[in-house]
C-alpha cells in the first residue's frame, strides 16, 4: 500500500510540473510574415513561415498523403496510440537506446511546438500528457492544422504553406497530389528526402507516400501508378536568399517585441531592397575572398539606408549560413577615427570654423601621447585639415580645448546612444559602438535633421485587417542649421584629398574613414546623394589586422557597393539634393601627399552608372507605396520627407 501510495504522489508530482499550454497558443498562435520591399517573402533566422491556412482549405488529397503516411486512424482513435508506443518500447530495449517514438499527429504536435526534439522517456510522457490535454479540449480538425502549419519540411520551410511556396512556387490549395505526395513525405526526414537536394530521394519517398494511400483506401492503385508516373519536379519560388536573414532577423525581433504573442498572422512589410542586399553580399563576400588572407581580416558588416533611417540593405558577416551574429547590429566595436565627426561638430557648436587654426603636435595629457599614424606631424593647419587627413593630435588638442563633456554632447545630438566614456581618449573612438548606431548618426549629417532612428519595418497588418498600417520612421528631430553644410564639406574632403580617397566616386561623395588601435577594427561611413552606408571590418576574436585602415577595405567596398547600387540606389529613396555651398569650398591639398594618421589605397576608378531619368522609368505602383508613405498612384507622385514639390517615383 505504501508502495502505491507512493507511486501515485511522484506520478501526481511528476504531472504538476508540465506546463500545459494556453488553447491561443494552439489556435492563434503568433505568426509573423516578412516581406520585402517589392513583396518577397523574407526567412527569420534561416526559416520561412506563411500564413496559416485551415486543413480544410487545403488539398483532400495534401490531408489523405498526410495522414496515411503519418497517423491513419488520427480520426478513429485518441491522442496516444499506446499499442505503438508498445511497440516503441520494445525496439528501444531492444537497441539499447531510443531508436522509435511511435508518436500520433497530436503527440508530434505537441514535440515540434512545446518540447524539442530530445529523447528521453521523460519527455515522452510528458508528450503523452499533453496531447490528451489537447485532444480533450480541441476538436481534430483544429489539432490537424495546427500541425499542419507548424510541421518543418526542409530547406527553412516550416508548415505546408511556407513548402507549396518555397518548392512550388505556389499557393498550398493548388497542389497537385504528385506534389503533396513529395511534401508528405518529407515529414519524417525534411532533410534526407529534400527535393532541392536530393530529387531521387524526394521521390522516392514520394512514392511510399502514394502506397500509403493506396493501403488507406484514399486512392486506387491506377490513380498511384499515374502519379508515379508523373513524379513532382520542384520550381522553387523566388524567396530571397538566406543571406537576408540578418536583416530578417533584426526586423523579425522589433515585431516581436511590438505585437501581442496572441496576435495570429501578422504581416509585416519592410524597407529591404533585394537587389541592394544581394550587391552588398556579393561584394563583401568577395572582397574577403580576395583580400582576406592576405590581410588577416575574416569579417565584414555593411547597412545601407535612406536619409530618413530606412534601412535598405544589411549584411552582418561573412556568411550567414556559418554564421547568423549580426556584427552590423550586435557586435560593438571602437571606431577610431571615425568618430572625429562628434569632436568636429561639438568644435563647430562652439563657435569653431573649418577655417580654423589647430597645432598639430605632440600631445601629452598625463602621460597619455596619441601620436598621429607614421609619427609625423604638420605644425598649424585647419580644421578641414586635420579632420581630411585625420591628424590624432591635432584632433585630441582641439576637443581638449571643446571639452570631451562637449564631445558627448555632440554625439548625443547625431544620436548616438552608445555608452561614451568621459575621457581623453574618447576624442579618438576608444568607446565601443555598432555600425548600425554609427551609420545612423552619420545619416542625421546627411538629412540635416537629428536623431535618425533606423527602422526597417514600412508597414504592418494584424490577422483582422485589410489594409497594411504604416509603420516608418518617425520620433522629434530637430534641425542641424549651418552646421550640416559644414560636416558635409569636411566629410567631402576627406574624400576629395583626404585618407578617403579610395571612396571616391563620380560624383557627390562625402564620409569618414577610422581605424582602431593595432588596426582591429577598420571602418568607412559616408554617403552620395541617395544612400548612408556603413562599412566595418575586422575579426571576432578582436586579432589584429595587417595594415587594415578605413581607408583600405572598407572604402573599397564602400565604393564597390555605391557605384554597383547606382540607379537603384537613387530609386530607393528621395533623391535629395546636397545643400547648395556644398563642394564649393577649394579642396586643395597644400601636403599632397601627405602623411596622415590613416592610410589611404586608391584603386582604379571605374564609372558609376549614371542614373536613370524618372522621365523613362515605368512607374512600378506596389513598390512606390512600399517606399514612401505619401505615394499617390493617380499620377506616380511622392511628398519628400524634407518638403518641397513632390516628387515622380522612378522605381
Not at 331 to 342: D, N
Request: hydrophobic fraction near 40%.
Amino acid at each position: 500500500m505504501v508502495v502505491i501510495v507512493g507511486l501515485a504522489g511522484s506520478v501526481a508530482w511528476f504531472l504538476a510540473t508540465i506546463r500545459f499550454p494556453t488553447l491561443d497558443e494552439i489556435t492563434s498562435p503568433r505568426v509573423i510574415v516578412l516581406t520585402s520591399a517589392d513583396g518577397h517573402a523574407l526567412r527569420h533566422a534561416g526559416e520561412l513561415r506563411l500564413a496559416p491556412v485551415a486543413a480544410k482549405d487545403m488539398p483532400p488529397g495534401l490531408v489523405d498523403a498526410v495522414l496515411s503516411i503519418e497517423d491513419r486512424r488520427f480520426y478513429q482513435r485518441g491522442a496516444v496510440d499506446f499499442l505503438s508506443m508498445l511497440r516503441a518500447l520494445r525496439q528501444n530495449l531492444d537497441a539499447g537506446k531510443i531508436v522509435a517514438g511511435g508518436s500520433t499527429i497530436t503527440q508530434q504536435l505537441v514535440k515540434t511546438n512545446f518540447l524539442g526534439r530530445q529523447r528521453t522517456y521523460q519527455r515522452k510522457i510528458r508528450e503523452a500528457a499533453i496531447a490528451i490535454w489537447l485532444e480533450r479540449h480541441l476538436t481534430k480538425d483544429q489539432i490537424l492544422t495546427s500541425y499542419l502549419n507548424s510541421v518543418y519540411l526542409g530547406s527553412g520551410a516550416t508548415g505546408f504553406p511556407a513548402a507549396a511556396k518555397l518548392y512550388f512556387n505556389k499557393s498550398v490549395a493548388d497542389l497537385s497530389l504528385p506534389e503533396a505526395a513529395m511534401l508528405a513525405g518529407m515529414i519524417n526526414a525534411p532533410e534526407q528526402n529534400d527535393p532541392l537536394h536530393d530529387l531521387d530521394a524526394a521521390r522516392k519517398r514520394a512514392a511510399i507516400v502514394l502506397d500509403a494511400m493506396v493501403a488507406n483506401g484514399k486512392l486506387t492503385e491506377d490513380q498511384a501508378l499515374v502519379a508515379k508516373l508523373h513524379p513532382a519536379s520542384p520550381n522553387p519560388a523566388n524567396i530571397t536568399p538566406a543571406s537576408n536573414g540578418w536583416f530578417g532577423d533584426w526586423v523579425y525581433e522589433k515585431a516581436l517585441s511590438a505585437t501581442p504573442a496572441r496576435a495570429g498572422t501578422i504581416q509585416i512589410r519592410t524597407t529591404l531592397d533585394p537587389q541592394l542586399q544581394q550587391k552588398a553580399v556579393e561584394i563583401v563576400k568577395s572582397t574577403l575572398a580576395h583580400y582576406g588572407a592576405e590581410k588577416h581580416a575574416s569579417e565584414a558588416a555593411l547597412v545601407a539606408m535612406r536619409p530618413d533611417g530606412a534601412v535598405l540593405a544589411m549584411v552582418g558577416g561573412r556568411n550567414y549560413a556559418n554564421s547568423s551574429y549580426n556584427r552590423a547590429v550586435q557586435a560593438k566595436r571602437q571606431p577610431g577615427s571615425a568618430f572625429k565627426l562628434f569632436d568636429y561638430y561639438a568644435a563647430l557648436r562652439q563657435g569653431y570654423t573649418p577655417e580654423n587654426a589647430i597645432l598639430d603636435a605632440p600631445v601629452d595629457i598625463h602621460g597619455w601621447q596619441p601620436g598621429n599614424y607614421g609619427h609625423r606631424h604638420h605644425g598649424v593647419v585647419t580644421l578641414a585639415e586635420a579632420f581630411a587627413e585625420s591628424l590624432n593630435d591635432a584632433t585630441v588638442r582641439l576637443s581638449q580645448q571643446v571639452g570631451i563633456d562637449q564631445v558627448i554632447a555632440a554625439a548625443r545630438d547625431l544620436g548616438l546612444r552608445a555608452r561614451l566614456g568621459n575621457n581623453p581618449s574618447l576624442a579618438l573612438g576608444t568607446s565601443e559602438v555598432t555600425l548600425l548606431d554609427l551609420t545612423s548618426a552619420y545619416a542625421a549629417v546627411r538629412a540635416g535633421k537629428a536623431p535618425v532612428t533606423p527602422w526597417g519595418i514600412s508597414g504592418i497588418k494584424m490577422q483582422d485587417q485589410q489594409n497594411y498600417i504604416s509603420a516608418g520612421g518617425g520620433g522629434s528631430q530637430h534641425s542641424l542649421g549651418q552646421y550640416q553644410t559644414e560636416l558635409i564639406n569636411l566629410m567631402q574632403g576627406v574624400v576629395d584629398h583626404g585618407t578617403g580617397r579610395a571612396a571616391k566616386l563620380q560624383g557627390f561623395a562625402a564620409g569618414k574613414t577610422g581605424t582602431a588601435q593595432d588596426y582591429r577594427d577598420a571602418w568607412f561611413i559616408g554617403f552620395n546623394d541617395s544612400l548612408i552606408v556603413g562599412v566595418w571590418v575586422g575579426n571576432d576574436d578582436h586579432s589584429p589586422m595587417k595594415r587594415v585602415t578605413g581607408g583600405s577595405l572598407p572604402a573599397m567596398i564602400w565604393k564597390a557597393f555605391m557605384e554597383q547600387a547606382g540607379p537603384t540606389a537613387q530609386a530607393s529613396g528621395p533623391a535629395t539634393s546636397v545643400p547648395t555651398t556644398v563642394g564649393l569650398a577649394p579642396t586643395t591639398n597644400p601636403r599632397e601627399p601627405a602623411s596622415s594618421n590613416e592610410a589611404s589605397v586608391s584603386p582604379g576608378q571605374n564609372p558609376a552608372p549614371p542614373p536613370q531619368e524618372a522621365q523613362n522609368a515605368q512607374c512600378n505602383i506596389p513598390a512606390c507605396e512600399a517606399f514612401y508613405h505619401s505615394f499617390r498612384a493617380s499620377d506616380c507622385t511622392y511628398q519628400p520627407y524634407w518638403g518641397g514639390p513632390r516628387q515622380y517615383c522612378a522605381r
